[in-house]
């Protein structure tokens, strides 16, 4: 074995010796060494809890092999990534870890997201409010344990966005499906959903649609949530993108309420996930 694996003689005698103490080998006079029979265990040692074996049967959704091509959604082109750039940025920063930490995220971040929220999107808010995640997943995960129960049910765009239904169903919430058309989410259906505790939407950009929530179905969004005392995740996506006039205000900023507004950046380049942020209600 040391001329096949090209090792010295001392180390594979010393694994052999560290095995055998271990109970693995066991030695047998003119024989040799071999594995030593270990005995089975009738039952498994311990239980997955009941939120594991729900991520467990939650569906898988399939990814797309090879390379990246056009038309590919939430998919940039890594090669247009500056990682030169952004390598030598890195390494001239003078990072001091602990300085500053906090769970919501780096404080000088937080407030030039909320200078920029109260600049560009209209939103009265304060770095107190902000909550810089990881991504969008993270973000979905903690709204959805931060503001509903286990069990109770929250009202959801179909078609929509894939990865907010999987993080709802993680969290054991109940989604409801509401219908989309070219005005956006049907509030109508909304209204006929008694046990919704939250509507997650996407009013400046319907994801895969691309519909533009209506003027008349803001304000009803609005009222259906002051009425029902309930939740709106409002997800601001691609809001930035338009081929003409400003970005649309968010519902946030132009209506009083239980808001979470979530804002989710439009492109993650691979092996490098850009942070999203939430907004706190007041």
């Not at 609005?222 to 029902?228: F, H, I, K, M, N």
């Not at 995740?233 to 900023?253: I, K, M, V």
């Amino acid at each position: 074995m040391a001329a096949e694996l090209g090792l010295s003689r001392g180390t594979v005698t010393e694994v052999f010796e560290t095995l055998s103490a271990e109970g693995y080998l066991e030695g047998r006079v003119g024989a040799g060494t071999y594995v030593r029979a270990l005995p089975g265990t009738q039952q498994p040692l311990g239980q997955a809890s009941q939120r594991a074996r729900l991520l467990a049967s939650l569906e898988q959704p399939r990814g797309s092999a090879g390379p990246i091509r056009p038309l590919r959604h939430s998919r940039a082109d890594p090669r247009l990534f500056p990682w030169r750039t952004w390598a030598r940025l890195e390494a001239q920063t003078d990072w001091q870890p602990g300085l500053g930490a906090s769970a919501a995220g780096w404080p000088p971040l937080r407030e030039q997201v909320t200078a920029y929220l109260q600049r560009e999107r209209g939103l009265a808010c304060t770095p107190e409010q902000i909550i810089i995640t990881t991504g969008t997943q993270q973000a979905l995960d903690l709204a959805a344990r931060t503001l509903l129960d286990h069990g109770e049910a929250a009202a959801l765009e179909n078609p929509g966005y894939p990865g907010t239904r999987s993080a709802l169903l993680a969290a054991g919430i109940r989604p409801l499906s509401l219908r989309v058309d070219e005005g956006g989410l049907d509030t109508d259906t909304l209204w006929r959903q008694a046990q919704a505790r939250l509507v997650c939407v996407a009013p400046a950009h319907q994801f895969p649609i691309g519909a533009t929530l209506s003027p008349a179905r803001r304000l009803e969004l609005v009222r259906w949530a002051e009425t029902r005392g309930s939740w709106i995740l409002e997800d601001d996506y691609d809001s930035e993108y338009r081929y003409a006039g400003p970005p649309l205000t968010p519902l946030q900023a132009s209506a009083a309420g239980s808001f979470i507004w979530v804002h989710f950046p439009p492109f993650s380049f691979r092996d490098c996930a850009w942070a999203s942020w939430w907004c706190l209600p007041n």
